[in-house]
């Protein structure tokens, strides 16, 4: 992992020199932060270890850690990583987006969980109408977490059971409404035009929705990530990010460099197949992962 | 810029030593830091970068000079030519049993595409084999994976053997080979769970199919579009059920597809398909010097210089 890695490379550290540093773009490298992420911390921070004229082990490690922390705090001052919800009594509606197999409507089914134990009135949208097994897998999930599914035949126009859903949330007054789409690659555009209507049917039934377009991300994905998280932002605007699949060997620090570039908050992260397996993201604990025991060895 | 591909990141650099003959050593580190980024922003591994970054420096700079190649081309024509052996260099197809029915058996992570590529193979064998194969549905855990099968297995036109979710897929699996054998299909696919490579308890669970069905081929499924952890995942899986080949899905994104190699350098093991495009007849054999220029990004350069 990233943090035995550098807690390695820490050991054998004797004097910051270059291949500290060298090491340093190593690791970030491998965490997919992206080439030029890595180049630009490494750079900041040896301007830093200069500048406190730093050379123990030690106070390196120290120095690193609390500029990385700075970095990302101040690349995310505007950022605001809850969650919106409506301001009246409408319905609430999330648009969830992305590639395909990303893991959205496994996530919606675990934020139906969330909401449904929380006593939310809960509708889902199965608009994904196209992928084998789509509408009946939202359906496995609906009855799983106890929660009504809006769905029609496969291969029906998907702003059309978008815009049942939203009347269906409106009349039998739902609280939260969670709109699953096809899996699409963003190069595709008749598919991104498609997802555009999706959004302006939501819109015009409800002005102030969707309060949230969460593109979802598999945590795995290299630096391909950036050109998805453009491209969806592009055509839908999107609020947030749902970075899933952390529970496997992946560090998932592409989501440092489209904060980076894009601003675009993360905003939960998914950790398993379980409906349970949802988590708010917190910054200072993603921080924490990628460097921790960089952390923890600094004590010594 | 990102995503720039080595075509420009060359060109810039030899804009800065042009009308020179020969590449000094110099020159050749200035060329090859450009090749290590382009690389890298492909989402190659970094140690599988390191190595070959060093095998085609030594070369570079033992190199014959060329007359009809200009330094830049022939920089480009060595580091084409070493990835292109990297991957494998010609197109491997899949392996057949001598008595039907021949075996495949899908493994990979969650979402990369197995079970659509377990469509698109069926598909594949029916129009080129005339084959008559048939699927067994062994993921149990994924809400409605039997129902995705079935859907992509009528659209195919082939059966499914199924025993729905409250068994185990390893008696499934068994169950499943006596229906091929009585039916005498022959080609039985097998369809599994996405799972972790860290995970112990589905990883063994997919040994236990392996010693029972012996397959023919063990396909990797992998997303195309997989960061640095792509070599570690696939040295997992291949440590542990020695995987036969590989098929790397949704290359019909604008992804550089670096992982190919990555996976190709840790496991050995021959990429046979691409995926490209969620349809059923978007599948297609694999050719390892297209797939190196994709990767490097090298567009139009490498036609010219085929045809120096
Ligand atoms: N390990 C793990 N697996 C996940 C997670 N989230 C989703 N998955 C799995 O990833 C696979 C794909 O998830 P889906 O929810 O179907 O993904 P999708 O984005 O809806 O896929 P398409 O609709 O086909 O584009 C499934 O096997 C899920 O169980 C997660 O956080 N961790
Ligand atoms: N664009 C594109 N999409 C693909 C390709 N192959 C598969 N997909 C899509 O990727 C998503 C996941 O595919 P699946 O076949 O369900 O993946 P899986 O590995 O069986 O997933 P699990 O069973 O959940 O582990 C679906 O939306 C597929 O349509 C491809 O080559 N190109
Ligand atoms: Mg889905
Ligand atoms: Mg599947």
């Known amino acids: 992992s990233f943090g035995a ?20 773009e190593e690791l970030l490298i491998e965490s997919d932060v992206g080439y030029e992420t890595a180049m630009r911390l490494s750079d900041e921070l040896r301007e830093e ?6 050379k123990k082990r030690s106070d390196v490690s120290d120095v690193i850690v609390r500029k990385l922390v700075d970095m990302y705090d101040e690349e995310g001052k505007e950022e605001d990583n809850t969650l919106k919800f409506s301001k009246d009594k409408t319905p609430t509606v999330f648009l969830f987006v992305g590639v395909n197999g990303a893991g959205k409507t496994t996530t919606i089914g675990k934020l139906a969980h969330r909401y449904q134990q929380e006593g939310k009135k809960v509708l889902l949208a199965a608009g994904d109408t196209f992928r084998a097994g789509a509408i009946e897998q939202l359906q496995v999930w609906g009855k799983r977490v106890n929660v009504p599914v809006q769905a029609s035949k496969a ?5 059309s059971v978008v815009f049942d859903a939203v009347h269906r949330a409106v009349n039998e007054d739902f609280d939260i409404l969670l709109v699953d789409t096809a899996g699409r690659l963003q190069n595709k555009e008749g598919l991104m035009r498609e997802l555009e209507k999706i959004k302006r049917v939501i819109t015009r039934e409800l002005p102030d929705a969707p309060q949230e377009v969460l593109l979802v991300l598999d945590g795995s994905t290299g630096q391909n990530a950036l050109s998805q998280a453009k491209q969806f932002n592009e055509t839908t605007d999107v609020s947030g990010i749902v970075l899933t699949k952390i529970d496997g060997s992946s560090q998932g620090g592409i989501v440092l460099a489209i904060r980076n570039e894009l601003h675009i908050p993360v905003k939960l992260v998914g950790l398993g197949e379980q409906m349970d397996d949802l988590r708010d993201f ?11 025991e960089l952390i923890v060895g600094s004590g010594e | 810029m ?4 080595l075509s420009e990141r ?9 009308g020179k003959g020969k590449l000094s050593e110099d020159d050749v580190r200035k060329v090859m830091r450009e090749v290590r980024m382009a690389l890298l922003e492909a989402d190659v591994n970094f140690d599988v970068v390191k190595g070959f970054v060093k095998q085609v420096r030594e070369r570079a700079l033992g190199a014959e000079v060329m007359d009809s190649l200009s330094p830049s081309q022939q920089v480009i024509k060595i580091v084409d030519d070493e990835l292109t052996k990297l991957m494998g260099e010609e197109a491997v197809p899949l392996n057949k049993a001598p008595h039907i029915p021949t075996i495949i058996m899908m493994v990979g992570l969650q979402g990369a595409g197995k079970t659509t590529t377990a469509g698109k193979l069926a598909k594949y064998l029916i129009n080129n084999d005339k084959a008559r194969p048939m699927f067994i549905a062994g993921d149990v855990y994924r809400p409605a994976a039997i129902e995705q099968l079935k859907t992509v297995a009528q659209q195919v036109g082939a059966p499914v053997y199924e025993e729905g979710t409250d068994k185990d897929p390893v008696e499934i699996v068994k169950n499943g080979l006596a229906q091929a054998a009585e039916n005498k299909n022959d080609y039985v696919i097998i369809d599994t769970a996405g799972r972790l490579e860290i995970d112990d308890k589905l990883m063994d669970e997919l040994s236990r199919i392996k010693e029972l069905a012996h397959p023919n081929e063990i396909l990797f499924v992998a997303d195309s579009m997989t960061g640095q952890v792509a070599a570690k995942v696939a040295h997992g899986f291949d440590e542990q059920l020695d995987i036969t080949g590989v098929v790397l899905t949704k290359l019909d994104g604008d992804t550089r597809g670096g992982a190919a190699l990555s996976i190709r350098s840790v496991t050995g093991k021959p990429i046979k398909f691409i995926g490209q495009g969620e ?11 297209r797939m190196a220029n994709r990767i490097l990004g090298m567009g139009d350069m490498l036609t010219l210089i085929e045809k120096a």
């Open chain 1, 155 to 159: 291969q029906t126009d998907p702003a």
């Open chain 1, 282 to 292: 917190d910054p200072e604990k993603f921080i924490y992962g990628l460097f921790k």
């Open chain 2, 2 to 5: 990102a995503f720039e591909g």
């Open chain 1, 49 to 54: 270890v200069k500048l406190e004229n730093v």
């Open chain 1, 5 to 24: 890695r550098f807690n390695r490379f820490l050991a054998n550290f004797r004097s910051v020199d270059e291949e500290f540093f060298d090491d340093l």
């Open chain 2, 10 to 18: 060359l060109q810039k650099v030899f804009s800065t030593l042009r």
């Open chain 2, 279 to 289: 349809k059923l007849d978007q599948l297609d054999v694999f050719h390892p010097d």
